[in-house]
């Protein structure tokens, strides 16, 4: 009788324990913020896959994910320590480096420049001097203004002889579809996916002249933290980054998983535009670095161009420490073959 009045009692006072202590692993468990450059799309899977499938988690993290206004205020934020890490457009991380706002870029994840040439295809554009003569639309203070007359010099453009038209950001898909103009600049993801898409319903043919094929070498979005905190807490660097490329890594083996799991997790999001999103963020991924050293791994001179053509660009000292590779693990990744069809045949 008194053994088995101990044995209650003691069991009693492990579900008294249990009740008012998480597990080992959920008390450990640091609450992270991640706030993305801009809304969130098809591109951010491997965020949304790291969460769902529990990579975040087996790492200790307890990871929010927010959408973000803009990569520069996303920077800024980062900066101040109000979100621990971001996505962010490299060119602007390292124009905010510039600035000297505390952030290091520790991954990347569009491994291949964004921009492009973009018109439809009875208009004969086929390499980048075939712009001289034409006309295109683009938000005055669009980003890719900045850039454009340096990729210009690089490709051989003449760009006293390429009219821009200013338009509202919002009004360039309709002036572009009307014919007001004969080009606009490209950008994926993001940019280009619902006109791929109308073109498609409308039965337009699209032509793509990527910078990337002309020596424009510069990075899309990559992740971004908090000095402060890359000095404080390596540790929870490296595991955010080893989560976040464990989800892409997944993404790229499971890419219609990867795509439900981020819907279920924004619904509000279009399945067609969002698939395609995805595959272009794959497709920028998968480059010869990445298999070779590892998804998020940024070349050496690839950074230093985009650092140096940006100090030029926006007059300031050439920043130092902008990137590490330090957290970036090399781990094989496979494409399956019928994605790799598809990637093959991407606009």
Not at 203 to 212: A, D, S, Y
Request: aromatic share 8%; hydrophobic share 45%.
């Amino acid at each position: 009788m008194k053994k088995t009045l101990c044995a209650i009692l003691a069991t009693i006072c492990t579900l008294a324990l249990t009740a008012g202590f998480p597990p080992h692993s959920e008390a450990q468990s640091k609450k992270v913020v991640v706030q993305l450059a801009w809304v969130i799309g098809g591109l951010h899977a491997g965020f949304f896959v790291a969460k769902e499938k529990g990579f975040y988690a087996s790492k200790g993290l307890d990871v929010a994910i927010n959408r973000g206004f803009g990569s520069g205020d996303t920077a800024k934020v980062v900066a101040t320590g109000t979100a621990h890490f971001g996505e962010v457009n490299v060119p602007t991380a390292i124009i905010s480096r510039g600035k000297e706002l505390p952030l290091t870029v520790v991954g990347v994840i569009i491994g291949k420049a964004p921009e492009s040439i973009l018109s439809f295809a009875d208009k004969g554009i086929r390499k980048p001097k075939d712009v001289e003569g034409k006309t295109f639309a683009e938000a005055s203070g669009a980003a890719i203004m900045v850039t454009w007359p340096a990729f210009a010099k690089l490709a051989g453009i003449d760009i006293s002889k390429a009219t821009h038209i200013p338009v509202e950001a919002a009004a360039k898909p309709a002036v572009f579809f009307s014919g007001q103009v004969d080009w606009v600049p490209g950008f994926r993801p993001g940019f280009d996916e619902p006109l791929i898409i109308r073109a498609r319903k409308e039965g337009k043919k699209l032509h793509f002249i990527r910078w990337e094929d002309f020596g424009w070498k510069v990075y899309g979005n990559g992740l971004v933290t908090n000095n402060d905190l890359l000095k404080r807490e390596p540790k929870t660097v490296a595991n955010f980054v080893a989560a976040t490329m464990e989800g892409y890594a997944y993404a790229i083996a499971h890419p219609d998983e990867a795509l439900d799991i981020t819907l279920k997790a924004n619904p509000e999001l279009d399945r067609e535009s969002a698939r395609l999103s995805l595959l272009f963020a794959i497709d920028a991924m998968m480059t010869k670095a990445s298999q070779e050293k590892g998804l998020g791994y940024m070349e050496e001179d690839r950074m230093a161009f985009q650092i140096k053509l940006m100090s030029d660009l926006m007059k300031f000292t050439l920043p130092k420490d902008v990137y590490t590779n330090q957290f970036i693990q090399k781990k094989l990744v496979t494409v399956p073959p019928a994605l790799a069809a598809e990637l093959s045949k991407l606009p």
